[in-house]
C-alpha cells in the first residue's frame, strides 16, 4: 500500500514538472541561506513555474549557556511552498507566500556538574530530545533579479515560532 502512494505522489511531481515545461515556465533549482530570530539555516528548492516549489531546509539555533549547562537544537524539514503575486506601481515582482511541510527538531542539553572533591567526581549529563512536527510559514518574496530573491517571513513548528530573513539563489 506504502508503494502505491508513493508512486502516486512521484507521478503527481512528474506531471506538475510536465506541465511548467510546456507552459514555458522552466523548473530553476535554488539555494538559499536564512537568519532567523536566533538561528542560521541553509535551504534548497526546486521551483517549477512561478507558483510553487519544493524547499528543503536546516536551521541551527545558537546554542545557549550557563556555567553549568548548554542547550542547543537544530531543525531538519521539507515543505512546499505557493507563491501569490502581487504588484506594486514602483516595485519588483513581488508575492506572498506560504509554506506547509514536516520538520524534525534535535534538543540537545548538556549539564556539567563540577563535583565536590574526593568522592564526587565532576559528571556529565547529556539528553537529547527529537521532536516531529507540521510545518507552517507565511511572508513576503521579492524577486531581486532573474536569478535571486529575498524573503521576510515567519514560521512554526508545533510551539516553536520564528522569525527570519532569508537570500536565495535561482539556477
Do not use: C, W
Amino acid at each position: 500500500m506504502k508503494t502505491t502512494k508513493y508512486i502516486l505522489t512521484l507521478a503527481g511531481l512528474m506531471s506538475a514538472f510536465t506541465s511548467a515545461m510546456a507552459a514555458g515556465n522552466y523548473p530553476a533549482f535554488y539555494v538559499g541561506t536564512q537568519l532567523g530570530d536566533s538561528s542560521i539555516g541553509a535551504s534548497m528548492g526546486y521551483r517549477f513555474g512561478k507558483m510553487y516549489s519544493m524547499e528543503l531546509s536546516y536551521d541551527y539555533v545558537d546554542p545557549r549557556y550557563t556555567p553549568t549547562t548548554i542547550s542547543e537544537s537544530s531543525r531538519i524539514g521539507a515543505s512546499g511552498v505557493a507563491l501569490f503575486p502581487i504588484k506594486f506601481s514602483e516595485m519588483g515582482p513581488m508575492a506572498i507566500y506560504v509554506k506547509v511541510g514536516y520538520a524534525r527538531t534535535t534538543d540537545k542539553y548538556t549539564v556539567n556538574d563540577p563535583g565536590l572533591g574526593p568522592g564526587f567526581p565532576p559528571t556529565s549529563t547529556v539528553t537529547t530530545t527529537r521532536k516531529t512536527g507540521v510545518l507552517g510559514g507565511a511572508g513576503v518574496h521579492v524577486d531581486l533579479s532573474d536569478n535571486t530573491s529575498a524573503r521576510l517571513g515567519f514560521y512554526a513548528v508545533g510551539s516553536d515560532r520564528s522569525a527570519y530573513m532569508a537570500a536565495m539563489y535561482r539556477f
